[in-house]
């Protein structure tokens, strides 16, 4: 069992930037990969980032591409999203997920979320 807990949402205006933090537990985090993704409301769930176990390599969607940063601390056991350039439709709330595999809307272990507002 993996139990994961996001922070560091808020409500910003566009471009400001925000850092959300995912801190696990319960497993060896270095065996995990690592995701973000995101529902606003009345959409469905969309893949954001992803981040290898090692750290080495890392996915994301064209949408946040060159705007967002996934990093890992596998010391501290946490995943981090740095988000800039923040656009009124990155509003949602943010999840993280980790997988023995690659991460994806099916994956296993999943935070609570942690809400994103960007006002412009």
């Known amino acids: 069992q993996v139990h994961l807990v996001e922070s560091g949402g808020g409500l910003v205006q566009a471009g400001d930037s925000l850092r959300l933090s995912c801190a696990a537990s319960?497993?060896?985090?270095?065996?995990?990969?690592m995701g973000w993704f995101r529902q606003a409301p009345g959409k469905e769930q969309e893949f954001v980032a992803a981040?290898?176990?090692?750290?080495?390599?890392?996915y994301y969607a064209a949408s946040v591409k060159g705007r967002f940063t996934i990093s890992r601390d596998n010391t501290k056991n946490t995943v981090y999203l740095q988000m800039n350039s923040l656009k009124p439709e990155d509003t949602a709330v943010y999840y993280c997920?980790?997988?023995?595999?690659?991460?994806?809307?099916?994956?296993?272990?999943w935070g609570q979320g942690t809400q994103v507002i960007v006002s412009s």
């Open positions: 997920a980790a997988d023995r595999r690659v991460v994806t809307t099916t994956s296993d272990y």
């Open positions: 981040i290898t176990r090692s750290g080495t390599s890392t």
């Open positions: 319960g497993r060896t985090f270095s065996n995990y990969d």
